[in-house]
């Protein structure tokens, strides 16, 4: 895959099943950012936050120096709803589910890279879920061209940079993310760039799964 | 996709699995068979669940087919997703290895690996009665399976049948090492005729028992022999066959 530059993916890899401890693990590499993520689950919960009817999702991101700040609690929240749209929590009532991600290096995309662990380590730990989802950042240049998954240069000189989180049944958009301005237009040309992408990263995690399972 | 040509593929969260329309009526009255059962049951396994459409596809893993009893065409079976995971959902029927936690009067807690303890009945056990109380301590070890387990009610464990016989369940006796592996290696080892405990058992003779909760409880003579069989069971989920047959044959030499 071509790296940087027009309308394709950096070339990205993922481990899954790496930690011995969690229930679930991956990690994602995309070009020079790469993301670990590890998820506990279903697990007792304390009274407080327990909900009747569904399990409690919770996720935690750590970045790679310094203490979580704002930055990582508002991406905690898009996360924690992407992953609630997809989990069907209502088969483990009263239970909790943690996400941790942990960030190791950053290259740019960097909230793409945690919406595809996130994804890659709900299906490595076998919770139910309704469909499958991915992150895609574009970045809109002073011109107006469209680069997607950017690195951290292209991103300081972009205009916007939008994030998408896609489901894998129809497309849709679960979660979107945006930083500096942008007309409706560029943003739909934008969700449109990404839509296409996204089947890239889809038929990605069915190799990434087949190859798991061929080896047992 | 069809069902049926994804029988033994990797399948996704999110896929549709599309059922075969239903078969010939007429077909059915002309036959004079005692087939009680409706033909073109489907039984939906694990990691599937049904939508409009056919089947939608909740966890990812290898989709297998069972054919129904009567040799039916596709129309009847069961379909269920092996998936590989490590934490355990009670299911109704297991038979699981439990810690006692607690004992709160009548009822012991045990924690089965789930999210939510399980109880278990100072009566369910045999030959129990009031006046016959079973000598189990926090900490104990204890075989046996669930009676109540579903999403909405805490778990009941009772270490009976429905005859009242205990066969093989109570508490597990002292000594012995209790450790944890993948659901998926517990399956491989429960199928019939194993070949890891064939091979194993020809090596030193022991104690085991599988819990469905992906607990194994192993007992041989020595601490050595005991200690090297659960290193061998811990490395089979890594392992070929080719590799294990090395392993054993190494220490069989020794």
Same mark, same amino acid.
């Given at each position: 895959?071509?790296?940087?530059?027009?309308?394709?993916?950096?070339? &990205?890899?993922?481990?899954?099943?790496?930690?011995?401890?969690?229930?679930?693990?991956?990690?994602?590499?995309?070009? /020079?950012?790469?993301?670990?993520?590890?998820?506990?689950?279903? !697990?007792?919960?304390?009274?407080?936050?327990?909900? =009747?009817?569904?399990?409690?999702?919770?996720?935690?991101?750590?970045?790679?120096?310094?203490?979580?700040?704002?930055?990582?609690?508002?991406?905690?929240?898009?996360?924690?709803?992407?992953?609630?749209?997809?989990?069907?929590?209502?088969?483990?009532?009263?239970?909790?589910?943690?996400?941790?991600?942990?960030?190791?290096?950053?290259?740019?995309?960097?909230?793409?890279?945690?919406?595809?662990?996130?994804?890659?380590?709900?299906?490595?730990?076998?919770? =139910?879920?309704?469909?499958?989802?991915?992150?895609?950042?574009?970045?809109?240049?002073?011109?107006?061209?469209?680069?997607?998954?950017?690195?951290?240069?292209?991103?300081?000189?972009?205009?916007?940079?939008?994030? &998408? /989180?896609?489901?894998?049944?129809?497309?849709?958009?679960?979660?979107?993310?945006?930083?500096?301005?942008?007309?409706?237009?560029?943003?739909?040309?934008?969700?449109?760039?990404?839509?296409?992408?996204?089947? !890239?990263?889809?038929?990605?995690?069915?190799?990434?799964?087949?190859?798991?399972?061929?080896?047992? | 996709?069809?069902?049926?040509?994804?029988?033994?593929?990797?399948?996704?969260?999110?896929?549709?699995?599309? $059922?075969?329309?239903?078969?010939?009526?007429?077909?059915?009255? $002309?036959?004079?068979?005692?087939?009680?059962?409706?033909?073109?049951?489907?039984?939906?396994?694990?990691?599937?669940?049904?939508?409009?459409?056919?089947?939608?596809?909740?966890?990812?893993? $290898?989709?297998?087919?069972?054919?129904?009893?009567?040799?039916?065409?596709?129309?009847?079976?069961?379909?269920?997703? #092996? @998936?590989?995971? *490590?934490?355990?959902?009670?299911? *109704?029927?297991?038979?699981?290895?439990?810690?006692?936690?607690?004992?709160?009067? #009548?009822?012991? *807690?045990?924690?089965?690996?789930? @999210?939510?303890?399980?109880?278990?009945?100072?009566?369910?056990?045999?030959?129990?009665?009031?006046?016959?109380?079973?000598?189990?301590?926090?900490? #104990?070890?204890?075989?046996?399976?669930?009676?109540?387990?579903?999403? #909405?009610?805490?778990?009941? %464990?009772?270490?009976?049948? +429905?005859?009242?016989?205990? +066969?093989?369940?109570?508490?597990?006796?002292?000594?012995?090492?209790?450790? *944890?592996? @993948?659901?998926?290696?517990?399956?491989?080892?429960?199928?019939?005729?194993?070949?890891?405990?064939?091979?194993? @058992?020809?090596?030193?003779?022991?104690?085991?028992?599988?819990?469905?909760?992906?607990?194994?409880?192993?007992?041989?003579?020595?601490?050595?022999?005991?200690?090297?069989?659960?290193?061998? $069971?811990?490395?089979?989920?890594? %392992?070929?066959?080719?590799?294990?047959?090395?392993?054993?044959?190494?220490?069989?030499?020794?």
């Amino acid at each position: 895959m071509a790296a940087g530059g027009g309308c394709s993916l950096r070339p &990205f890899s993922c481990e899954q099943g790496l930690l011995s401890r969690p229930d679930g693990s991956a990690a994602f590499v995309q070009g /020079a950012t790469s993301v670990l993520a590890g998820l506990y689950g279903p !697990a007792e919960v304390k009274g407080s936050r327990e909900l =009747p009817d569904r399990a409690a999702l919770e996720v935690l991101l750590r970045p790679k120096v310094g203490l979580p700040g704002v930055t990582e609690r508002s991406r905690e929240q898009l996360l924690r709803g992407t992953c609630e749209a997809v989990v069907l929590g209502g088969l483990h009532p009263r239970s909790a589910i943690t996400l941790v991600l942990q960030v190791l290096s950053d290259g740019g995309s960097l909230l793409s890279c945690c919406l595809n662990a996130a994804c890659l380590v709900l299906l490595d730990s076998g919770l =139910p879920l309704s469909a499958l989802f991915c992150g895609v950042t574009c970045a809109l240049g002073p011109d107006g061209t469209v680069v997607l998954d950017p690195t951290t240069r292209q991103e300081q000189d972009a205009r916007a940079v939008l994030t &998408f /989180a896609i489901d894998s049944v129809e497309r849709k958009v679960l979660a979107a993310s945006s930083k500096g301005s942008c007309s409706a237009e560029e943003m739909q040309q934008c969700l449109a760039a990404a839509q296409r992408a996204a089947g !890239a990263v889809f038929q990605f995690y069915r190799d990434c799964v087949r190859r798991k399972y061929s080896k047992s | 996709a069809a069902a049926e040509e994804c029988v033994g593929q990797v399948v996704l969260p999110g896929d549709v699995l599309l $059922l075969p329309a239903h078969p010939d009526e007429d077909a059915e009255r $002309l036959r004079l068979s005692a087939g009680a059962a409706p033909r073109g049951r489907l039984l939906c396994g694990p990691g599937l669940r049904r939508c409009e459409a056919g089947l939608l596809v909740t966890k990812c893993g $290898l989709l297998r087919h069972r054919q129904a009893g009567g040799g039916a065409a596709a129309a009847g079976g069961a379909y269920w997703v #092996d @998936s590989q995971q *490590k934490r355990y959902v009670p299911v *109704k029927g297991d038979h699981v290895i439990g810690i006692v936690t607690a004992k709160a009067g #009548d009822l012991f *807690k045990l924690d089965v690996g789930g @999210s939510e303890q399980a109880s278990l009945s100072y009566l369910a056990f045999e030959g129990a009665t009031k006046r016959n109380r079973p000598n189990v301590q926090v900490g #104990d070890l204890i075989y046996g399976q669930f009676l109540v387990a579903n999403k #909405d009610m805490e778990p009941e %464990m009772v270490c009976i049948d +429905s005859s009242g016989r205990s +066969s093989g369940m109570g508490i597990i006796g002292q000594d012995g090492f209790l450790f *944890k592996v @993948s659901l998926g290696l517990i399956r491989k080892l429960l199928a019939p005729k194993c070949e890891i405990i064939q091979e194993l @058992s020809q090596l030193y003779p022991f104690e085991l028992v599988l819990g469905m909760n992906g607990r194994i409880w192993v007992k041989a003579k020595t601490v050595q022999q005991t200690l090297i069989i659960v290193n061998i $069971l811990e490395a089979c989920e890594y %392992m070929t066959a080719e590799q294990r047959k090395q392993a054993l044959a190494k220490l069989s030499g020794n």
